[in-house]
């Protein structure tokens, strides 16, 4: 079966301090990934996906970047924090071969700027 | 393109009573819906979806959902709410694969 995990799950940092969340998918080849970000009382804001090693669309303009290494390795980073940054970020999977479009996602990374 | 409003934001419940969460879509083409759950500080998870067939669907819980295609709407049902419900429910339209969530609506079932 397929799993999605994501760490650290908790994470304080400083303003200005570099950022890095991994995800990392098992059970399944070729998935798409994406970030989404949760900011109190926002919804679910789609940051970033990915259709392949190296490919990389942004939904928004941020202070945030993503790469993807390995197939099924998603990073989330930064290079200087904003307190803006702060929120819940949850990396998802789905199949390609799946036109449903359902996603999967991993546990959550709670992400506190001061 | 698709979108998707969830017309209440925070919808308080005493236990044991029913529970209607409203969620209404627009798209120009056929679509797949989804209702997600989450609990405080964990990820999403699906909690029921309708593909196709029957447009009335039921998760395992207790919730059921009624596709209404004239309606365009998708609306969440239990007959009887518990303590254990109380968390954030996210509805989802998804066209040519791509999904689109509601901003979310916090049930709180209150003793």
């Known amino acids: 079966s397929q799993t999605i995990h994501q760490w650290p799950a908790t994470l304080v940092q400083p303003v200005g301090s570099p950022l890095s969340l991994e995800c990392t998918v098992e059970g399944t080849s070729n998935p798409n990934l994406y970030w989404y970000r949760q900011a109190a009382g926002r919804g679910l804001q789609l940051l970033f996906y990915s259709v392949g090693i190296g490919q990389i669309s942004s939904e928004v303009p941020q202070n945030l970047s993503a790469s993807r290494p390995q197939d099924r390795q998603f990073i989330l980073s930064s290079k200087k924090l904003l307190l803006s940054d702060s929120g819940f970020y949850l990396c998802?999977?789905?199949?390609?071969?799946?036109?449903?479009?359902?996603?999967?996602f991993g546990e959550g990374s709670r992400l506190t700027v001061l | 393109a698709q979108s998707v409003t969830q017309l209440d934001s925070q919808v308080p419940v005493f236990e044991e009573a029913p529970v209607e969460l409203r969620c209404n879509y627009s798209s120009s083409v056929s679509v797949y819906l989804f209702w997600y759950v989450q609990y405080p500080n964990q990820g999403l998870q699906l909690l029921l979806k309708y593909l196709s067939g029957s447009t009335l669907v039921e998760s395992i819980n207790g919730f059921e959902a009624e596709f209404n295609k004239s309606q365009t709407s998708f609306h969440l049902r239990k007959p009887s709410v518990h303590i254990s419900d109380t968390a954030e429910y996210f509805c989802a339209v998804s066209e040519y694969g791509k999904l689109t969530f509601g901003q979310g609506t916090i049930l709180t079932v209150h003793p």
């Open positions: 998802a999977w789905n199949s390609l071969r799946s036109n449903t479009g359902e996603l999967f």
